[in-house]
């Protein structure tokens, strides 16, 4: 038997468990602070949710199977139309605007690359029933907050953001027929992904003729919203892309993020549900894939009879985020936190050692004690070991006189004190609170 996972598959000792928790305690704050609500489902979702919403290469990804009793189902590899089942089972009943968020293990059988695994968690924030881009402002804000928390500024990442409806109306007055403008988006998505010459290529064989891939290229790296709402307006075509985009842009200013986000028609989404603004963070660097993307996507309820409901929202997860903050240095130190660790000299102390930690743990205080035969000094250094901030020494001769020994291990320092005065107030023993029980921390 192999002592490692399945391939893609990831292990969580506890120093990666303490990490996990720290990113998804900050995750889940963010997304209180912004009001919104937790949800959550079971990994395995009916396999045709996904063949329906979620596109080919998502398709092409399944951990798919057969279950005992002939359904074909699936590990999700998105949280996205699972949100979209629930929402439209309660339909009506849910008072609009929903605001859900979720922390959600997802499985996707992809090549693995750095940032890509074939299970990853992902951090979900949706809104239901906004029209407006005043939705998009608030997941932006929601998610920033949360890169903001972990020490991350506008230096460090960017928010590009386009919209879907603007690379459609490019691809109509640049002639590309809408049977194919699909796949076009697919190509546009894989930028930056892979060698220019290569989509180039693609296009072409798609049937976008040289002329118009080499006028989308250049339209491509056009940074200004304003180019494009005067293309738009010469020949003729809808410019409601250009003002949801002006407007969500004086929205995101008003918030506070402004400095983080960027106008970049290149982004697509790889994702065929989107319908409006289309958003993915990045390192300003560009070491790694997207830390989040999401949008708008207004006509995911249709499948469910639920009819048009619109919506918008985005995944961030949790492994390029991890690799961004090691590199930078922003993963904080976490260590296991024990407050007391109770030594019992003998077998005989053995039960008032348990006692007493009974009285501590129920108090709040984070305890452990030896549990096996140990010498004082094998156990001393397990203490040590366990970064105990106070050790408690039960030794026969100082117990019959009803007293404990406290001992700090950094300073090596030793005090006795009565039982009775210890469980009073144990708080008092500890270097950092003085009083009370500690926070937990990992
Ligand atoms: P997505 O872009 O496919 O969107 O995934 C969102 C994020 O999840 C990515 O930016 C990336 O951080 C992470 N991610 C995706 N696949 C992997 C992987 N194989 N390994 C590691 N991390 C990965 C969605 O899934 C949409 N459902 C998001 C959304 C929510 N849109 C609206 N609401």
Redesign the pocket.
Known sequence: MQGSPPRGMRDFYPDEMRVQNWLFSRWRASAMRYGFEEYNSAVVEHEELFVLK?GEE?VSQLFNFVDKGGRRVTLR?????T?ARMIAARGGALPKPVKWFSVAQ?F?Y?RMSR??????Y?W???VVGVPEVTAEAELLSAALDALGGMGLTAEDVVVRISHRGLMGAVLEGLGVPEEIRTGVLGVIDKRGKEAEESLRRRMETLGVSRDAVHALFALLDEKEIGAFARLLREQGLSTESVEDLETLFGYLEACGIGDYCEFSPSIV???P??TGIVF??FDREGKF???????R?DNLFDLFGAGSLP???????????QELLREKQLLPALSRRIDFFLIPYSQMERARAFRTAERLRKGGFHTDLVLGARKLKGALREGARLRAERVVLLLPEELEQGLFVLRDLESGKEERVPEGAFLEDPGRFLRASGSGPSGSAG
């Open positions: 979620s998502i590899p998105e949280m996205t139309p949100f997802c996707r992809e940032g890509r695994k074939r299970e990853h992902q979900n924030l949706d989404r790889g994702l549900y989107y993915e963070c894939r997207a830390l989040f993307g999401g949008g996507y919506s918008a929202g985005l995944g961030f997860g949790d492994v390029v985020i």
